[in-house]
């Protein structure tokens, strides 16, 4: 069975000051990897995916096989920034959109 | 679009109680998800649809819960009887192919 690990469940960083969230997975096969973000009090939303090679908010993640990793990294980070951060894991074809979610990282931007 | 309606946003029971969540997705996406969302175990999925079909139901944690899609637009969740450890917040989220999860507000369910 796929798993997603987020080591950290909090992290602080000051503005400007650059951020990685780390994610592990574990999955034999070739998954679709995604970060999800939920701001206060707002809906959890996509923020990006690995198979489009796209930069939101700053934001990039790439997907490294060889460690099995796909951490999202922002060079100077802003305090809108703060928010839960959520990878998953999909295993596409017929079951695109059932997510395994890691547990989460709360990340926090300090003024 | 409105994007994934939830309702209630808030539920407050007495244990034993019947609660029923209700979700309407995203016109035109065809699947459709249940998650539940604690502090200790995170976002886990209960169950999800494919062209209103239950496809997977494995995350369902006990016979006291029930999802239904009785047509493209409108699912339930059901808890029957509720119980306090049922508390959390239950999502919703609709997709079409690799576009990925669209989710609802959720529910804050608390099982007093």
């Known amino acids: 069975a796929q798993r997603v690990t987020q080591p950290e469940k909090l992290l602080s960083v000051f503005k400007g000051a650059p951020v990685e969230l780390k994610c592990n997975y574990s999955?034999?096969?070739?998954?679709?990897l995604f970060w999800y973000v939920q701001y206060s009090r707002q809906r959890l939303q996509l923020l990006l995916r690995h198979i489009s090679r796209e930069s939101i908010k700053g934001f990039t993640a790439d997907l490294n096989k060889g460690e099995t990793s796909f951490h999202l990294k922002k060079p100077f980070a802003q305090e809108e920034d703060s928010a839960m951060y959520y990878c998953a894991l999909s295993v596409g074809g017929t079951s695109y959109g059932k997510l395994t979610f890691g547990q989460g990282t709360i990340l926090t931007v300090h003024p | 679009d409105a994007g994934v309606i939830q309702s209630p946003r808030h539920e407050v029971t007495e244990m034993g109680q019947e609660v029923t969540l209700r979700c309407k997705p995203i016109?035109?996406?065809?699947?459709l998800f249940w998650y539940r969302q604690t502090m200790m175990r995170g976002l886990e999925l209960l169950i999800y649809f494919n062209n209103n079909v239950p496809i997977d139901d494995s995350g369902m944690p006990e016979d006291r819960f029930s999802a239904k899609m009785p047509n493209a637009s409108f699912s339930t969740l059901k808890i029957q009887p509720s119980e306090p450890r049922d508390s959390a917040v239950y999502f919703c989220?609709?997709?079409?192919?690799?576009?990925?999860?669209?989710f609802g507000s959720g529910t804050q369910l608390s099982v007093l």
């Open positions: 989220a609709s997709s079409l192919g690799p576009l990925g999860l669209f």
């Open positions: 999955y034999s096969g070739s998954p679709e």
């Open positions: 016109s035109g996406h065809n699947s």
